[in-house]
T-cell receptor
Framework: QKEVEQDPGPLSVPEGAIVSLNCTYS??????FMWYRQYSRKGPELLMY????GNKEDGRFTAQVDKSSKYISLFIRDSQPSDSATYLC???????????FGQGTRLTINP | GAVVSQHPSRVICKSGTSVKIECRSL??????MFWYRQFPKQSLMLMAT?????????EQGVEKDKFLINHASLTLSTLTVTSAHPEDSSFYIC????????????FGPGTRLTVL
């Protein structure tokens, strides 16, 4: 079983739609969760960083963590064509440096 | 702030040659740098972790004699792919973590290596 599971998609939605991206994880250790956005042929860019259950909001982006279900989500409101990219979830154990990434979901927002 | 650069952005080489990739933190000191490899449509896989002034720690299955990592200063780490083969063709990405107290890794733009 992979440590972080993510549906690779591709996912295609119309502009303005709400996008929901999800990951599940298997390790129960206290840990941090991150969402990265990666445009084609570029390095990942940190979008959201959280360590507790519940929601964290930043502009049009909301990260949600459900530790009881080992489920993390990223919601994008009012999606824009510029949001088209691959979105990677990642986790890091407390006290560790290593990031473990999901496979990434390729998202396309259609004008 | 927190900008990481990589050089070169793209390199094509012949099989059997060695290639060096540089990773620099431009506006902060990076005590730890990480090297990842990403194959097409796949996620990032950590290859090794390097701390300034010490030997790199390699992930299981990564050959340390093939992928030489040097982290000589707080702003520069290099990855040398020795005796490159076509199967080493990939997207190599570095990230840098700042001084103690900062958890975030900042990623470079990546280097696309093609071995003919």
């Amino acid at each position: 079983q992979k440590e972080v599971e993510q549906d690779p998609g591709p996912l295609s939605v119309p502009e303005g739609a709400i996008v929901s991206l999800n990951c599940t994880y298997s390790n129960s250790a206290f840990q941090y969760f991150m969402w990265y956005r990666q445009y084609s042929r570029k390095g990942p860019e940190l979008l959201m960083y959280t360590y507790s259950s519940g929601n964290k909001e930043d502009g049009r982006f909301t990260a949600q963590v459900d530790k009881s279900s080992k489920y993390i989500s990223l919601f994008i409101r009012d999606s824009q064509p510029s949001d088209s990219a691959t979105y990677l979830c990642a986790r890091r154990n407390r006290g560790a440096q290593k990031l473990v990434f999901g496979q990434g979901t390729r998202l396309t927002i259609n004008p | 702030g927190a900008v990481v650069s990589q050089h070169p952005s793209r390199v094509i080489c012949k099989s059997g040659t060695s290639v060096k990739i540089e990773c620099r933190s431009l506006d902060f000191q990076a005590t730890t740098m990480f090297w990842y490899r990403q194959f097409p449509k796949q996620s990032l896989m950590l290859m090794a972790t390097s701390n300034e002034g010490s030997k790199a720690t390699y992930e299981q299955g990564v050959e340390k004699d093939k992928f030489l990592i040097n982290h000589a200063s707080l702003t520069l780490s290099t990855l040398t792919v020795t005796s490159a083969h076509p199967e080493d063709s990939s997207f190599y990405i570095c990230s840098a973590r700042g001084l103690a107290g900062t958890d975030t890794q900042y990623f470079g733009p990546g280097t696309r290596l093609t071995v003919l």
